[in-house]
């Protein structure tokens, strides 16, 4: 978790936009006097969406600089997926014991209401929100609940990604690799093989190929790719016929 690398592209007016950091998720835009509060990150599937999730409740959990710069005294991943019902009840069902008392539950709400600035929701996945529940999401991100706190909310590409526009104060694409990260991550992956020469024929083939170079932005196919690399070499090595159907 430590090291995730992504591309992120804010937008800065309608279809321009500029590269940003993943730190600079949740931070004010230049000259801005407050804080985004309803932020969008968009990608691909397996761009890796989910793992940025994970990375900012990791960084936030860890007590990394910018999220205590930020002062969030919480940070709550929700995944939309398994949403049951409200917001609420999402928080204390994925995320906290089961068996916590009605009092702390009563509490630690009456907090997050109280502090609403400080606390931060990740909703992860809002296209896989099932259209049969009901669920205050939608006033959550037109500000009809919580309308302080900072939420982000990712999704695919797909016509309810964007369904209230007008919801979101930030917009993010993830454009998943650079060229660099996955060259980086087949070769933190083959490393354990020790073969020089058996990693520098995969690097040269996403080097070479623009169509391998393109279908490795995305790190769910660079990932397979460097299995189907090492399962191949370790195959060849030990003088088996490998066949991937
Ligand atoms: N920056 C990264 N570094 C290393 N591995 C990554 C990174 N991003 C994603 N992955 C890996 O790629 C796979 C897909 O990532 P992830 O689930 O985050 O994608 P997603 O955009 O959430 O996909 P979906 O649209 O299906 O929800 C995972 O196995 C994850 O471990
Ligand atoms: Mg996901």
Known sequence: MPD????????????EFRPIQLEEVFAKNFGAQIHPRRILIRGDPGIGKSTLCRKLAYDWA????YMQQRDFRV???????QLQGSIKDAIFEQLLPS????????DLWLYVQQNQRRVAIILDGIDELD???????????????LKYAPVLVTSRPDPHGRKSPNAYDRFIVNKGYTLENAISFVHKYF?????ETDYIQLVEGIQMSPYLRDLATNPLNT???????KTTKLCQRQGVNCMIS
């Open 99 to 106: 068996d916590l008392p009605e009092q702390s539950k009563k």
């Open 75 to 81: 940070v709550f991943l929700i995944e939309v997926r």
């Open 191 to 195: 490393k354990p093989l020790e073969q």
């Open 62 to 65: 860890v007590g990394a600089t």
């Open 4 to 15: 995730v690398h992504t591309t992120l592209e804010l937008e800065i007016r309608y279809g």
């Open 131 to 145: 259209s049969k529940i009901e669920t205050d999401i939608m006033g959550l991100l037109h500000c009809r609940i």
């Open 223 to 229: 990932f397979s790719y460097a299995l189907f690399g």
